[in-house]
């Protein structure tokens, strides 16, 4: 439970991650897989705990992008409109882009 602890410290104190999740997954599967194999409870048991962080954690890097996404969607069409309510076609323009990026990164997450 040792090698859980400094996992917990890890993905508390900072941001959630897909790809750091996606690795505690995959580690904790291949750690209790190996505890089940030598017969090691404690292993197979840090195994499970690790996996379902690792779970939990990509979970919260997918809602952490798809909120980041609508935040972008949002503001760029706000920016949008004020652009084209005075005239200003570069911000119009920028608008339209950060709107664009944030509907992109709702549908990848």
């Known amino acids: ?7 917990n410290n890890n993905t508390s104190t900072s941001e959630p991650s897909k790809a750091n999740g996606r690795l505690h997954s995959v580690k904790g599967s291949a750690k209790e897989t190996i505890g089940k194999v030598t017969g090691s ?4 048991q840090s195994g499970k705990e690790e996996h379902a962080l690792g779970e939990a954690e ?15 969607e949002i503001a760029g069409k706000g920016e949008s409109t004020v652009g084209s309510i005075t005239g200003n076609k570069t911000q119009q323009f920028s608008g339209n882009m950060r709107e664009r990026m944030g509907q992109t990164q709702k549908k990848m997450n």
């Open 58 to 72: 990509y979970i919260a890097g997918q809602v952490k992008g798809y909120a980041q996404g609508t935040i972008d």
């Open 1 to 7: 439970m040792t090698s859980n602890a400094g996992l």
């Open 41 to 44: 409870k404690n292993l197979q």
